[in-house]
Protein backbone atom coordinates (compact mmCIF):
# COMPACT_ATOMS: atom_id res chain seq x y z
CA UNK A 1 0.00 0.00 0.00
CA UNK A 2 1.29 3.51 -1.23
CA UNK A 3 0.05 6.40 0.76
CA UNK A 4 1.38 10.33 -0.03
CA UNK A 5 1.29 12.98 2.89
CA UNK A 6 1.79 16.58 2.52
CA UNK A 7 5.01 18.51 4.49
CA UNK A 8 4.91 21.47 5.24
CA UNK A 9 7.30 22.28 7.95
CA UNK A 10 9.68 24.19 5.86
CA UNK A 11 12.56 23.23 7.57
CA UNK A 12 11.89 19.60 7.37
CA UNK A 13 11.47 20.17 3.20
CA UNK A 14 14.96 21.68 2.95
CA UNK A 15 16.83 19.27 4.97
CA UNK A 16 14.62 16.34 2.60
CA UNK A 17 16.30 18.35 -0.15
CA UNK A 18 19.70 18.90 1.56
CA UNK A 19 20.00 14.65 1.86
CA UNK A 20 18.76 14.47 -1.18
CA UNK A 21 21.65 16.39 -2.45
CA UNK A 22 24.15 14.84 -0.81
CA UNK A 23 23.07 11.67 -3.16
CA UNK A 24 24.42 13.47 -6.13
CA UNK A 25 27.69 14.57 -7.53
CA UNK A 26 26.92 17.75 -7.37
CA UNK A 27 23.99 20.32 -7.10
CA UNK A 28 22.14 20.98 -9.83
CA UNK A 29 21.57 24.86 -10.38
CA UNK A 30 21.20 27.70 -7.96
CA UNK A 31 17.78 29.04 -9.14
CA UNK A 32 16.57 25.40 -9.35
CA UNK A 33 17.42 25.04 -5.37
CA UNK A 34 16.01 28.78 -4.58
CA UNK A 35 12.88 29.03 -6.71
CA UNK A 36 12.01 26.06 -8.32
CA UNK A 37 12.36 23.66 -5.23
CA UNK A 38 11.68 26.46 -2.87
CA UNK A 39 8.71 27.28 -3.72
CA UNK A 40 6.94 23.83 -4.74
CA UNK A 41 5.23 21.49 -2.01
CA UNK A 42 7.05 18.60 -0.86
CA UNK A 43 5.38 15.19 0.01
CA UNK A 44 6.31 12.53 1.99
CA UNK A 45 5.86 8.47 0.52
CA UNK A 46 4.46 5.98 2.70
CA UNK A 47 4.98 2.41 1.18
CA UNK A 48 3.32 -0.30 3.61
CA UNK A 49 2.71 2.11 6.69
CA UNK A 50 6.76 3.07 6.76
CA UNK A 51 8.33 5.84 5.22
CA UNK A 52 10.20 5.23 2.19
CA UNK A 53 11.07 8.39 -0.25
CA UNK A 54 9.30 12.23 -0.93
CA UNK A 55 8.97 14.36 -3.62
CA UNK A 56 8.47 18.13 -4.63
CA UNK A 57 6.35 18.99 -7.36
CA UNK A 58 5.67 22.65 -8.16
CA UNK A 59 2.12 24.93 -8.69
CA UNK A 60 2.20 23.35 -12.60
CA UNK A 61 2.01 20.38 -11.59
CA UNK A 62 5.26 19.36 -12.45
CA UNK A 63 7.25 16.98 -10.46
CA UNK A 64 10.83 18.56 -9.69
CA UNK A 65 12.66 16.15 -7.53
CA UNK A 66 11.82 12.24 -6.33
CA UNK A 67 13.71 10.71 -4.23
CA UNK A 68 13.18 7.11 -3.09
CA UNK A 69 15.54 5.79 -0.04
CA UNK A 70 17.89 3.48 -1.06
CA UNK A 71 16.28 0.35 0.75
CA UNK A 72 12.77 0.68 -1.06
CA UNK A 73 14.32 0.95 -4.54
CA UNK A 74 13.21 -2.54 -5.00
CA UNK A 75 9.92 -0.62 -5.04
CA UNK A 76 10.71 2.82 -6.93
CA UNK A 77 9.03 1.64 -10.03
CA UNK A 78 5.26 0.70 -8.31
CA UNK A 79 6.30 3.99 -6.19
CA UNK A 80 7.03 6.41 -9.71
CA UNK A 81 4.38 4.64 -11.21
CA UNK A 82 1.69 5.75 -8.50
CA UNK A 83 3.06 9.03 -7.97
CA UNK A 84 2.85 9.85 -12.07
CA UNK A 85 -0.73 8.82 -12.31
CA UNK A 86 -1.86 10.65 -9.33
CA UNK A 87 -4.04 14.03 -9.32
CA UNK A 88 -0.67 15.67 -8.21
CA UNK A 89 1.73 15.14 -10.68
CA UNK A 90 0.89 15.92 -14.63
CA UNK A 91 4.67 15.87 -16.18
CA UNK A 92 8.28 16.37 -14.77
CA UNK A 93 10.96 18.69 -14.70
CA UNK A 94 14.49 16.23 -14.41
CA UNK A 95 18.48 17.04 -14.78
CA UNK A 96 20.56 14.67 -16.20
CA UNK A 97 22.99 14.84 -12.69
CA UNK A 98 20.07 12.96 -11.14
CA UNK A 99 20.12 9.54 -12.96
CA UNK A 100 17.57 7.35 -10.65
CA UNK A 101 15.42 9.79 -11.21
CA UNK A 102 16.09 10.55 -15.03
CA UNK A 103 15.74 6.78 -15.38
CA UNK A 104 12.32 6.76 -13.73
CA UNK A 105 11.23 9.26 -15.88
CA UNK A 106 12.26 7.43 -19.42
CA UNK A 107 10.07 4.60 -18.33
CA UNK A 108 7.43 6.13 -18.28
CA UNK A 109 7.82 9.15 -20.92
CA UNK A 110 5.88 9.79 -23.40
CA UNK A 111 7.60 13.04 -24.80
CA UNK A 112 10.89 14.41 -23.86
CA UNK A 113 12.62 17.81 -24.50
CA UNK A 114 15.51 19.67 -23.09
CA UNK A 115 14.27 22.71 -21.49
CA UNK A 116 18.17 24.05 -19.72
CA UNK A 117 21.32 23.99 -19.92
CA UNK A 118 23.65 23.23 -17.38
CA UNK A 119 27.11 24.36 -16.64
CA UNK A 120 30.69 23.82 -14.93
CA UNK A 121 33.68 25.60 -15.11
CA UNK A 122 36.10 24.05 -17.51
CA UNK A 123 38.35 27.53 -17.24
CA UNK A 124 39.79 30.18 -15.43
CA UNK A 125 40.39 33.40 -17.98
CA UNK A 126 40.79 37.18 -17.71
CA UNK A 127 38.53 39.35 -19.90
CA UNK A 128 38.59 43.56 -20.31
CA UNK A 129 35.68 45.20 -21.82
CA UNK A 130 36.86 47.60 -23.97
CA UNK A 131 35.16 50.70 -25.23
CA UNK A 132 33.87 51.70 -21.84
CA UNK A 133 35.57 53.96 -19.23
CA UNK A 134 35.41 54.72 -15.79
CA UNK A 135 33.39 51.04 -15.20
CA UNK A 136 32.33 49.98 -11.54
CA UNK A 137 31.12 46.36 -10.76
CA UNK A 138 30.29 46.06 -6.88
CA UNK A 139 27.77 44.85 -4.47
CA UNK A 140 24.29 45.99 -5.30
CA UNK A 141 22.69 48.51 -2.42
CA UNK A 142 19.04 49.22 -2.22
CA UNK A 143 19.23 52.84 -4.02
CA UNK A 144 20.10 50.93 -7.21
CA UNK A 145 17.03 48.81 -7.14
CA UNK A 146 14.65 51.36 -9.21
CA UNK A 147 17.32 51.47 -11.78
CA UNK A 148 17.30 47.60 -11.69
CA UNK A 149 13.77 47.55 -12.55
CA UNK A 150 13.95 49.71 -14.77
CA UNK A 151 16.85 48.35 -17.11
CA UNK A 152 16.64 44.37 -16.39
CA UNK A 153 13.57 41.75 -16.35
CA UNK A 154 12.65 41.27 -12.87
CA UNK A 155 11.56 37.42 -11.38
CA UNK A 156 9.08 38.19 -9.08
CA UNK A 157 7.78 40.88 -6.43
CA UNK A 158 10.98 40.87 -3.46
CA UNK A 159 13.45 39.13 -5.75
CA UNK A 160 16.13 41.56 -6.29
CA UNK A 161 15.34 43.29 -2.68
CA UNK A 162 16.33 39.71 -1.08
CA UNK A 163 19.62 39.37 -3.42
CA UNK A 164 20.62 42.46 -1.58
CA UNK A 165 20.21 41.70 1.56
CA UNK A 166 21.94 38.95 1.38
CA UNK A 167 24.48 40.13 -0.25
CA UNK A 168 23.83 38.01 -3.84
CA UNK A 169 23.44 40.84 -6.24
CA UNK A 170 26.29 42.80 -8.21
CA UNK A 171 25.59 45.85 -10.51
CA UNK A 172 27.79 47.03 -13.24
CA UNK A 173 27.85 50.74 -13.84
CA UNK A 174 29.59 52.82 -16.66
CA UNK A 175 29.87 55.96 -14.45
CA UNK A 176 26.06 56.82 -13.88
CA UNK A 177 24.36 54.20 -16.53
CA UNK A 178 23.39 50.86 -15.34
CA UNK A 179 25.07 48.17 -18.04
CA UNK A 180 24.13 44.80 -16.95
CA UNK A 181 23.46 42.88 -13.45
CA UNK A 182 25.42 39.95 -11.81
CA UNK A 183 23.61 37.27 -9.33
CA UNK A 184 25.43 34.88 -7.13
CA UNK A 185 24.49 32.07 -4.65
CA UNK A 186 26.18 29.91 -2.10
CA UNK A 187 24.36 26.81 -2.73
CA UNK A 188 22.34 25.90 0.11
CA UNK A 189 22.50 22.30 0.11
CA UNK A 190 26.36 22.16 -0.81
CA UNK A 191 28.53 24.47 0.00
CA UNK A 192 31.18 23.91 -1.86
CA UNK A 193 29.92 25.55 -5.16
CA UNK A 194 28.58 28.88 -6.46
CA UNK A 195 25.83 29.64 -8.87
CA UNK A 196 26.26 32.70 -10.84
CA UNK A 197 24.08 34.60 -13.41
CA UNK A 198 23.81 37.79 -15.21
CA UNK A 199 20.94 40.39 -17.51
CA UNK A 200 22.81 42.65 -19.41
CA UNK A 201 20.25 46.18 -19.89
CA UNK A 202 18.93 45.49 -23.09
CA UNK A 203 20.90 48.44 -25.31
CA UNK A 204 24.20 47.20 -24.14
CA UNK A 205 24.05 44.06 -24.94
CA UNK A 206 26.69 42.24 -28.06
CA UNK A 207 29.12 44.15 -26.43
CA UNK A 208 31.19 41.90 -24.00
CA UNK A 209 29.35 42.95 -20.82
CA UNK A 210 27.86 39.88 -20.03
CA UNK A 211 31.10 37.90 -20.53
CA UNK A 212 32.64 40.74 -18.25
CA UNK A 213 30.19 40.50 -15.44
CA UNK A 214 30.86 36.25 -15.32
CA UNK A 215 33.99 36.31 -15.46
CA UNK A 216 33.80 39.28 -12.27
CA UNK A 217 31.52 36.66 -11.15
CA UNK A 218 33.56 33.96 -11.71
CA UNK A 219 36.51 35.51 -9.71
CA UNK A 220 34.63 36.62 -6.91
CA UNK A 221 33.72 32.27 -6.69
CA UNK A 222 37.45 31.24 -6.75
CA UNK A 223 38.18 34.00 -3.84
CA UNK A 224 35.62 32.27 -2.02
CA UNK A 225 37.20 29.15 -2.90
CA UNK A 226 33.46 27.82 -4.39
CA UNK A 227 33.48 26.04 -7.68
CA UNK A 228 31.46 28.13 -10.13
CA UNK A 229 28.18 26.91 -12.10
CA UNK A 230 25.53 28.42 -14.14
CA UNK A 231 22.71 27.41 -16.49
CA UNK A 232 20.35 29.11 -18.89
CA UNK A 233 17.28 28.12 -21.22
CA UNK A 234 18.10 25.76 -24.13
CA UNK A 235 16.47 28.73 -26.65
CA UNK A 236 18.55 31.30 -24.87
CA UNK A 237 21.56 31.12 -27.79
CA UNK A 238 23.52 34.42 -26.70
CA UNK A 239 23.29 33.18 -23.17
CA UNK A 240 25.43 29.90 -23.73
CA UNK A 241 27.52 31.86 -26.15
CA UNK A 242 28.53 34.11 -23.46
CA UNK A 243 29.03 31.46 -20.68
CA UNK A 244 31.30 29.45 -23.12
CA UNK A 245 33.22 32.24 -24.02
CA UNK A 246 33.72 32.56 -19.69
CA UNK A 247 35.04 29.42 -20.12
CA UNK A 248 32.06 27.27 -18.71
CA UNK A 249 30.93 23.75 -20.50
CA UNK A 250 27.54 22.79 -20.80
CA UNK A 251 27.50 19.71 -19.91
CA UNK A 252 24.00 18.50 -18.24
CA UNK A 253 21.11 19.21 -19.09
CA UNK A 254 17.21 19.93 -17.48
CA UNK A 255 14.43 18.09 -19.81
CA UNK A 256 10.85 18.04 -19.19
CA UNK A 257 9.36 14.86 -19.75
CA UNK A 258 5.54 14.71 -20.38
CA UNK A 259 3.58 11.11 -18.77
CA UNK A 260 0.27 12.09 -21.05
Not at 49 to 74: C, D, I, M, P, R
Not at 103 to 127: E, G, H, P, R, W
Request: proline content about 1%.
Amino acid sequence: MIEIKKIVNAERKFNLHKEYIKTLAEPIDGFWENVMIGRSECYEIIYEETVAGHFFVNSSKTLVQFHVWKEYYTYAAEIFEYVIKSEIVENAAVSTKEPEFLSLCLDYQKSVAADMYLFNDNKKNKYELEGFRNLSFRLAKTVDIATIKNKCEVAFEGYHEDLIKNDQLFVLYEEDSLLGIGEFRISKSNGQFGDIGMIVAEEYRRKGVGTYIITKLKEHCYNKKLKPMAGCDIINTISKKTLEKSGFISNHRIIIVSFN
